[in-house]
């Protein structure tokens, strides 16, 4: 069988190491993916905030991939989901079964204003300069806000308000700073009550001004104010977004999408193509935009896979993650959600506490060790 996966992040990475490892030399896998190294969502935060340098925390493909995996780094640039085909940068592609995991594409420039007079921290790109941003910052007005729904990985805005105060505090600057958080969401994690009252608590605690329901729509570069989408106005002296997010084009162009993004069968992730799989950010399949569930979905089509060639049964997909929460101070929260199609979705935390932030590292150096073979301490 040969198996084409587009996109070697989160999603991508798990599904080839899974087909590798249970299926050896029957399976043929081809993981293509445009970057030369993947980079975990929260080491962003590791880099803006001088907890690490951007050269530990990208793990490039070429070091190691899954050694019976072809890695193909090129671009993506047109895909034929009934002929299970991909035009690419590096010629066509094609396979027996096609699994898309190309997460989502982030568009700052949708967002007027943005460009000029803020910064994201989603890209990688981004994340990685506002290092020397926040270094420079002399304090003053910081709004962290959210520009359009849905989004990746919905605490990371609270982690990044926490995180900005913990920086203003080490460096002498809170008492002439403001610290807002701009959200979209009624609470920092609806699906988990428990979890939006320990954020909302460390807010109050710190002073961090928490805006719910809300969404910045542009910037206004010679006021220095953010215009939320009710029209009123925040002023800043440093804006961090969270920028828009898109399917990626080539996705959208593939006539996969509705609504934006790809509807799949939300217990085995097949796509209303025979034999085309979509897995993760990419998907509307209503889990949380989120590493772990783009890890959990590739899990359940490698065993869809692997049973087709070896018999036995499939599992489908139960809608559950873990999502580690840094609360500032060094300490993790620990979050457990479920998502079920046609329930509301649950969810607890355990912590905060300095050991789960070790759980937390542990968790990144487990996903290393499996991918790419190697120890690594984030
Ligand atoms: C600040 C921040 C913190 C986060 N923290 C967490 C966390 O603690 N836990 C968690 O679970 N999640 C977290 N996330 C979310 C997580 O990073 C994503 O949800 C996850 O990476 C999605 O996995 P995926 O496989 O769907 O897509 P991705 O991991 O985004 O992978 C998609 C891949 O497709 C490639 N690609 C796209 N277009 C093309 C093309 N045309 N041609 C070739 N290649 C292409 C990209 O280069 C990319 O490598 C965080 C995100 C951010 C921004």
Redesign the pocket.
Known sequence: MRVLI???????LELARALDDALGADVEVTL????DG?V???S??DVMFGRATADHVVHRYADAVPSGVVFVQ???RSIDPAARRAETDAGPLDADVLVV?????LHPEATPGLVEAGHE??TVAG?FALREVLDAFPGGDVVVAVTSTPF??PP?PSETALLVHDHLRDRGLLDHSTVSLVMPLGAPVPPSPQASEVLLAAFAERGIRWHPGALVRSLDPDRRVAVLADGSELPFDLFLAVPVHRA?Q?VVDAGLTEDGWIPVDPLTLRTRFEDVYA????TSVGTP????F?EGQAAVVATQLISRLRGGSATTYDGHGT??VEMGGGEVGKVDVTFVSGRPPTGGIEGPSRALAADKSAFGADRVRRWFGREWNP
């Open positions: 587009l996109g070697a992040g989160f999603g991508g293509v993916d445009k970057a993947f975990f969502g929260f962003k935060l090129t671009t993506v995991a190309l997460g989502a594409d921290f989603y994340a990746k990985c990371a990626p080539v897995v993760g950010d990419v935009k989120a590493g772990v783009a999502c580690y």
